[in-house]
């Protein structure tokens, strides 16, 4: 367990939105090694719809930053069959929503030729893909699904939520042997154009450096109950501690960075000390994160627990458009407060 | 073709267009001063389809209520063209409970069973179900027939194929139109497909395939004409391929900084427009009186979609299951 | 909560496979309803590769059992399609594990539709797919991966475990006005070129019957421990239970049946009782059912557990093809038993 | 064509073929008196390749062990005329751990780097990874190919069209072979393809297509070596269909109830026998020493494998991640 999520203010005072710390970790790596190449749609003259490869293709030009057709298995496929011969692809799917178009290339290829080479294949992708809602963009486009690509053996799973992580992150991302899935949330890359956490512009070191795989981060230090949770909803999580602070819950909040590895220890850590558990998540809540970390307590010892765990994530319902909808389910500081305070009830 | 027939295309295609324009205007107007696009009366990604209006109006004037359409991640104007009620489609992009998907679905999934319309926001997702429709149609005796939209760089997903093929070995009543418009987001066509034309494709299945060259609305009701009737009489599907344009952005926000091509777009409806007028189909005044009626149309619709109430929160979790 | 699985002998003394129940079920819907069709790859002459189609094309003809071309995603669309325009499509995925092909027509279309659309479009879709390993058929066809399609919203998830079930579920799954997945596991067929568990034949009524989605099965009764499992994995808790027995270990034994909608309350009235839950799955662990259902009880009440939950499943690899590796991961009547002992312990 | 050449050609179809007599023998040996396909030495599905060792053998003469290939769920003649180390093969078969895979993979999942030698279970999903090995040998400088191969039944499935735009769109040095072996299971391919020839499928992406209507070796070979030397020169992909046959059961275990073209299938290994004893190329006595030599190096894998290490229990994690 580390208790920092971002240097502090001392060490850098350079600041960058979350997609620039991404941009930045790529193309400080691709100067690195040559053998890296980005490919996805629209990730050229566009620079990526989230903004997760601006100025690259200025920068390295057409044969190492390549815009797709709209043909994901083959790709997903290319940047597999690339890995295999050598080669560091760093591949985007648009949208997580459209895995369906080119899951088996991932799970049934990506993420396991390694294991059934009996380690003789490795296969070092880095696949990166927006996540999350908040925007009414509907049921095809505003889902994190994490759980499934967590739930699928083979693949690393990592889930920045700031600018520093998301360097670290995706520099671990392009140096592992794996196929690691790099999911960001369209709500923490600091968007021009799209309502911003303030979190999502944070200090950032220019020089590489590793942020590694498989650590969760305190975020914030506490005493009375666990909020363990990732991406946007750390924001949310924080923002909510802040004000519950006031009313006198001290909480500890968690930013789990990476789903696989899972850092079972730092959660069981921090529930031993407060007794009480809060899972937040902007995925589905049956069958997903929440249930898994609620499982990592319960398997451990459940006499840890003052209180039954709270699961506070985005119900089994497909993600309705209209705002008071989207709203009435996305997992808000609001609601996340309301839910710690029933915790402590 | 005779006047009425082309007075009703050039009609259809105003009123498309001027949905678009009143949406354009309302999804911008309350995004200001740092536009948000999550804020606002209009939420979300928005992708019009201004300047592709000919596909729509010559494919739909050849079908009924009882013919279906699978249309795209930009469906206005094939809602419209095929006689979507105005008001419902506002409502449900205000997101509201009058709307077709009681502001669950939004303007990438409107539903009208009363058209048989849908629409998926999945690129080349439409064209499966395309197949289904088709099949009951088939298999309940009815000789109606499926239109099935996608565009250009949705003609490179394995979708495509996977239908093309079933079609055609089943002999489906299923006319499979792309619009090609020159871009799929910021990626030209000729950085996505191999070759040049995707009526070549139809080859592939043992099908016809036809390319209308210059977004000519008379030029695809030909085509459709054809499609149509061959599909109603059982002979199976076919592909048409239309070389349109994308007059405004990708999505509403898409700066276009990539677009070499903005200074020599034509717009189909003022060209068409003056066609109508030199051939004394169309004089000035119908013009303005046509565009006056369908303004009048959209704004009652917009009125409509806005004075209706917001979804209930507490509602939230209706129509998961039925 | 239902304490049966199967009629008792006497009502029914006529005995059928799973595979024969399941065929029974839709043959016997197809004469009571034309819109009913089938669909799918080798599921006419050759009757499904382990016989969930044997004999309908004889009896129904091509036009009603329709082979496919290997088009999963056409013919997954092609269901939702007829589904929306009136008719009830069964569709066959052949082994589950081929999902990653076609998925994006089945959670983001099938699976969605309904909601986006108001509740104004209904998608009585059946998909029924071949889930589970066993006999060295290797990564890519051993999986069972329900945790994936019950963690998506829109789809109920129906997991038969013996021939009553199978056909009333069968039945129940058609009559739905929803898309319902109908998860098979080989083992549980009865095939005779497959190593069986002798419960895959047994009682089934000639008349057609539902059983309800949603409501899991108490198939045996016992004071100790709760173990909640499904699918051929319940045949194997049984035959643990029945070692156990003789051990002076008293288990009580649910099979869920359905796990969208998951019956909880059963879930938890069975712990309330036992105090010990032992959770047997053979999906992949993490993220996954074994986690839900800890979550249950971890968010109900910590503390009706006497001894922290244990959950044995599939672990997070790709799974083997040598038998020695296969079975050291399966969780075989030997590991429950063995596991078991651990919660009593 | 050379006579070293025709002879290369046979030694390498005796030998595929002596090879899945073999597996063919140890995997019914021990399934009975109850067949399990569970049961014996090889356990699970097995899919044999008899019949269709022309294709293998002739596209493989164009290749050297710096070349690719992907293949299906049918790998063994590809393996096997690509140069994979029997024993190694065999092993991988037996699930042992001095297998390919330490028997992890199967006969569906052979990974050897060493060939670049790879294939998939999956219909089809072998196409894409193809494009990447043949992208990775682009951008290193080598003139090396990938000939990625699938069944007539699978040139249906989606990720074929993607794959064959893409390679076209980027000149990839890629073949694309498809084994017509008439069916897919039990599915014939007039019930699944809409076209006679998937050759025209090639039309499509602006790339060559020839289909092979006879199983003729010398006519693979004559393709092979076209579309191998244009992929070398750059000059991008091609597609090859070879109508072959399936001598055997899909699977072994099939009954092929189904098939009613049992009585008419050539077995194409005797066939070219005939033809070069007549041409002069081959005698009686080197058809014997041909197929006992092919025996004895099949026996030697075998009993290599057999002979071989189980993997160990407790090292089922291993290799999970790298
Ligand atoms: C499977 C899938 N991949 C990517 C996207 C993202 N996307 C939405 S529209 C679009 C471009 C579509 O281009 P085209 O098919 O030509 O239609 P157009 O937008 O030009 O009308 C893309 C890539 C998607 N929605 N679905
Ligand atoms: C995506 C997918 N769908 C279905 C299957 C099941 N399956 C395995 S082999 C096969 C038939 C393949 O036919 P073809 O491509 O002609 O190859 P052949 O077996 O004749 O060599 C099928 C349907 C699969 N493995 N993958
Ligand atoms: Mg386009
Ligand atoms: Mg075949």
Chains 1, 3 share one sequence.
Not at chain 1, 47 to 71: A, Y
Not at chain 2, 16 to 26: G, H, K, N, T, V
Not at chain 2, 92 to 117: A, C, N, Q, V, Y
Not at chain 2, 149 to 176: D, R
């Amino acid at each position: 367990m580390v208790i920092t999520g971002a240097p502090s203010e001392s060490v850098t005072a350079r600041k960058l939105t979350t997609a620039k710390a991404m941009v930045e970790a790529i193309s400080q790596e691709m100067d690195r090694d040559p053998s890296i190449f980005v490919m996805g749609e629209d990730i050229g003259a566009y620079g990526g719809i989230f903004s997760s490869t601006s100025g690259l293709l200025e920068k390295f030009g057409p044969q190492r930053i390549m815009d797709t057709p709209i043909s994901e298995t083959a790709f997903m496929g290319l940047a597999t069959g690339a890995a295999v011969e050598g080669m560091r692809p760093i591949v985007e799917l648009m949208f997580v929503d459209f895995f369906g178009v080119c899951m088996d290339q991932i799970y049934n290829h990506m993420a396991k030729i390694h294991y059934e080479s009996g380690g003789n294949v490795k296969v070092p992708v880095v696949l990166m893909t927006a996540v999350g809602g908040g925007y009414s963009d509907g049921a095809q486009h505003s889902q994190c699904l994490w759980g499934v690509f967590a739930h699928l053996p083979g693949m690393k799973v990592v889930v920045p939520s700031n600018p520093y992580d998301a360097k670290g992150l995706m520099i671990s991302a392009i140096r592992d042997d794996n196929p690691v899935i790099y999911m960001f949330h369209k709500g923490v890359m600091g968007l021009p154009w799209m309502a911003k956490n303030p979190r999502s512009l944070g200090p950032v070191p220019e020089k590489p450096y590793e942020v590694p795989i498989g650590r969760a981060a305190v975020v914030r230090t506490g005493r009375d109950l666990t909020i363990v949770t990732l991406s946007l909803s750390v924001h949310h999580a924080l923002d909510a501690a802040d004000e519950l602070a006031s009313q006198g819950i001290d909480c500890e909040v968690i930013d789990l960075r990476s789903l696989v590895p899972l850092d079972r220890e730092a959660v069981l850590e921090s529930v031993a000390k407060t007794g009480r558990l809060l899972v937040v998540d902007e995925d589905y809540q049956s069958f997903g994160l929440t249930g898994e970390i609620a499982a990592v307590v319960a398997e451990k010892d459940p006499r840890l627990l003052k209180a039954p765990v709270s699961r506070l994530a985005m119900p089994d319902i497909p993600i309705p458009y209209s705002r008071t909808l989207e709203y009435a389910v996305l997992p808000t500081a609001e609601r996340i407060a309301a839910a710690a305070r029933l915790v402590m009830a | 073709m005779d006047n009425e027939t082309r007075l009703g295309l050039y009609k259809t295609m105003v009123l498309s267009r001027s949905f678009e324009e009143a949406i354009l205007r309302d999804y911008h107007a309350d995004k200001k001063p740092v536009w948000d696009i999550g804020a606002g009366l209009i939420p979300g990604e928005m992708h019009l389809s201004s300047g592709q209006e000919p596909v729509a109006a010559g494919m739909c004037a050849h079908l009924t209520s009882n013919d279906a359409i699978t249309a795209t991640h930009r469906p206005h104007h094939f809602a419209i063209a095929h006689g979507m009620d105005l008001r419902l489609l506002a409502a449900e992009i205000f997101g509201r409970e009058t709307g077709l998907g009681k502001g669950r679905g939004g303007h990438m999934h409107l539903f009208d069973p009363s058209i048989h319309f849908s629409c998926s926001g999945i690129i080349a997702e439409g064209y499966p179900p395309a197949l289904g429709i088709a099949f009951a149609f088939q298999r309940q005796g009815k000789d109606s027939v499926v239109v099935a939209v996608t565009g250009e760089g949705a003609a490179n997903q394995g979708a495509f194929h996977e239908s093309l093929n079933l079609a055609a070995l089943w002999k489906l009543p299923v006319v499979f139109v792309i619009e090609d418009n020159d871009w799929a987001i910021s990626v030209p066509r000729d950085a996505s497909t191999s070759i040049r034309s995707n009526a070549v494709r139809a080859t592939s299945y043992g099908i016809r395939g036809t390319r209308i060259q210059d977004n000519s609305v008379e030029g695809v009701w030909d085509a459709a004409k054809t499609a149509v009737e061959r599909a109603r009489a059982g002979e199976g599907p076919s592909l048409i391929e239309v070389h349109t344009v994308r007059l405004w952005g990708h999505f509403e926000g898409d700066a276009q900084a990539y677009r070499s091509d903005l200074d020599s777009l034509i717009d189909p409806i003022p060209a068409y427009a003056n066609q109508l007028e030199s051939d004394g189909v169309l004089s000035r005044e119908m013009i303005g009186s046509i565009s006056q009626e369908a303004k009048m149309r959209v704004e009652d619709a917009i009125e409509f979609a806005k004075s209706s109430p917001l979804p209930s929160a507490t509602e939230v979790d209706r129509y998961v299951f039925a």
